[in-house]
């Protein structure tokens, strides 16, 4: 018997996502419905937890 991963919804706009083998903690991915990304903040086998992405600020030390 295989336990199924509970697939986390989108923040904005509440898309459930489909989770991938592949994901790692800090990964980014992308909403398929709304284009929000969120951030993957904890992956087990039964749950994977998404945070909104941080955005990304422009780097004035260049």
């Known amino acids: 018997m295989s336990l199924a991963v509970m697939a986390p919804k989108c923040l904005v706009c509440d898309t459930e996502f489909e989770v991938q083998e592949d994901w790692e903690k800090g990964e980014i991915t992308e ?4 284009g929000q ?3 993957v903040v904890e992956k087990s086998d ?7 992405a941080p955005e990304v600020e422009e780097d004035w030390g260049e």
């Open 31 to 34: 909403c398929t419905a709304c």
């Open 46 to 52: 039964s749950a994977v937890r998404l945070d909104l």
């Open 37 to 39: 990304e969120h951030e």
